[in-house]
């Protein structure tokens, strides 16, 4: 069965954000945080991934988070890290080596997530039990300098494959997004193109 059919219980059963904003800076949540207001309405999913993944510095961005004004509808996901009161969790393409015991003692019941390249570890994530999929690069970006996208068709044919929501990530500037959800993507992510014309895109 196509996965976008498959999702859709699973989407209504764990209040899955529309969109994903990847921060890794206070400055960063300081610049989604001034544009807060004005996107209320959007199902938004605020990922807390410090580049090192440090456990310290990933439960400071939290706390930074939670010192701003975000709308209710706006999620904190810290990355690699579990944290009091945040039902979700987002595990790298790394922590999907763990086995089957290590991912739940980590994830401690919440909801998670997880970052993939490719159909083997979207396969591997969705045997251990992600409730959606971080798929990138859709096409090549800054943040993967000499890296070539693995373009909207194999996003496609990830999406026909698992019955799991697919978030697109790399590249996906607000003229692309369109082209990403042809292909079957439940949503989008962004990390360096976060501002008011992708979020107007996004809803």
């Not at 989407?11 to 969109?19: E, Y």
């Not at 439960?59 to 930074?64: S, T």
């Not at 994530?125 to 996208?149: C, E, F, M, N």
Request: hydrophobic share 45%.
């Amino acid at each position: 069965m196509h996965g976008a059919l498959v999702s859709a219980s699973l989407i209504a059963s764990v209040s899955l954000p529309r969109a994903l904003a990847l921060c890794g800076e206070r400055s960063a949540l300081d610049h989604l945080a001034a544009l807060a207001s004005r996107f209320s309405a959007l199902q938004l999913g605020v990922v807390l991934r410090d580049p090192l993944h440090r456990r310290e510095e990933t439960l400071a961005l939290l706390q930074h988070y939670h010192h701003l004004s975000f709308p209710p509808l706006w999620t904190p996901i810290p990355n690699t890290w579990p944290a009091d009161g945040c039902e979700w969790l987002h595990l790298t393409s790394a922590q999907l080596c763990f086995n089957d015991a290590e991912v739940r003692s980590l994830a401690g019941g919440r909801w998670f997530g997880a970052s993939v390249h490719n159909i083997e570890e979207a396969e591997r994530a969705g045997a251990l039990g992600a409730r959606y999929l971080l798929l990138s690069p859709i096409y090549p970006t800054d943040s993967k300098p000499g890296q070539d996208g693995i373009g909207v068709g194999e996003l496609r044919r990830i999406c026909a494959r698992l019955p799991l929501p697919v978030f697109a990530l790399g590249g996906v500037t607000a003229a692309r997004i369109g082209a990403c959800r042809a292909a079957g993507a439940y949503g989008v992510a962004t990390v360096s193109n976060v501002g008011a014309e992708w979020l107007a895109a996004v809803r």
